[in-house]
């Protein structure tokens, strides 16, 4: 069996690989997309020592860095099942099953769309899913945010102090955020608030250049011009295939404890599939070292 068997090749599982190989032991990696969401990002510009790079250029050097090691790399297959024998077993959905003495768990997130046309063509063409990643592209322009929750108002406050003007467009007939959060949003001078709309189209040409709603109480169509669209209706944790395993939180984020442990001894999570309190490239990297080290810890222990 493997010491440290990596599930997901984001830059929590790469991390978490790096970190266990570096000890000596034997370690693998299973993903379904080696890269992970960075496969879909185009510029990054808060990976701290470099200040531009592009998500596939991060990848390729993500997986040279893990190449540097002793890492069976298994790309294109994806888990389907944990199950605790006298080691562990990890089934994938090829039919194969992978034998572990320790799991990292890092499959990360994905971010829901709306669903409507122009999302997914004007994807890193002004519509993003990150204000703390692609807030600052958008200084001095006028941009919408479509999702009243709490992740929509914090994004809507965030990029108020950095936009020309920011407009939310929520669904339901009121905000759904927390009220300190509203009192915030209503005291900026920039922001303009929608309620009751159904966001049907965002168009453009190369770029966006607007977005169309549906007043909800006049079926009216309505159109605001803009040049960027965050979509914050909610960030779901590739967790699904662990039901019945380790402690998730009501969101389905996997609950790590500050080594990275979760409710299976020898079991680890990292990145964005956990309950960290935010979602980045770095701070999913910290946390793989952190439930890497985790694993060799325990390994030496037990
Ligand atoms: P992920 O990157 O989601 O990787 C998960 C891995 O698990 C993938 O390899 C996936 O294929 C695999 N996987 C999932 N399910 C299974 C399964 N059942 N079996 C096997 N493998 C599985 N962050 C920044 O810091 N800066 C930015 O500029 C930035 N821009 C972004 C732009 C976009 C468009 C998006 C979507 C995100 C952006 N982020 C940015 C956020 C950042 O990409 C994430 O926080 C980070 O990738 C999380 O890393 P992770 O390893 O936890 O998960």
Avoid at 146 to 151: D, M, Q, T
Avoid at 165 to 180: G, M, N, S, W
Wanted: proline share 4%; with cysteine.
């Amino acid at each position: 069996p493997f010491d440290v068997l990596v599930v997901g090749g984001g830059p929590a599982g790469a991390s978490a690989a790096i970190y266990a190989a570096r000890k000596g032991i034997r370690t693998g990696i299973v993903a379904e997309r080696f890269g992970g969401q960075v496969q879909d990002t185009l510029g990054i510009e808060n990976f701290i020592t470099t200040p531009y790079t592009e998500g596939p250029k991060l990848v390729a050097n993500m997986e040279e860095h893990v190449r540097e090691y002793n890492v069976d790399i298994m790309n294109s297959m994806r888990a389907k099942a944990l199950h605790k024998k006298d080691v562990f077993e990890l089934e994938l959905e090829n039919g194969a099953v992978l034998k572990s003495k320790t799991i990292v768990l890092s499959t990360g997130a994905r971010w829901r769309n709306i669903n409507v046309p122009g999302e997914a063509e004007f994807k890193n063409k002004g519509v993003a899913y990150c204000p703390h990643c692609d807030g600052p592209i958008f200084a001095g322009k006028d941009v919408a945010v479509v999702g009243g929750g709490n992740s929509g108002v914090e994004a809507a406050i965030d990029l108020a102090g950095i936009v020309k003007h920011v407009t939310v467009v929520e669904f339901l007939p009121e905000l759904k955020a927390d009220k300190v959060l509203q009192d915030r949003l209503f005291s900026l001078p920039n922001v303009t608030v929608i309620t009751n709309a159904r966001t049907s189209e965002i168009y453009g040409s190369d770029k966006v250049q607007g977005l169309k709603y549906v007043d909800r109480d006049t079926e009216e169509e309505k159109d605001i011009a803009l040049s960027g669209v965050f979509i914050q209706i909610g960030l779901v944790p590739n967790t699904e295939w662990l039901d019945g395993t380790v402690e998730r939180s009501k969101f389905g984020e996997i609950i790590v404890d500050n080594r990275g442990t979760t409710s299976i001894p020898g079991v680890f999570a990292a990145g964005d599939c956990t309950n960290s309190a935010y979602k980045q490239i770095i701070i999913s990297m910290g946390s793989g070292a952190t439930a890497a080290l985790g694993a060799f810890d325990h390994l030496i222990r037990n």
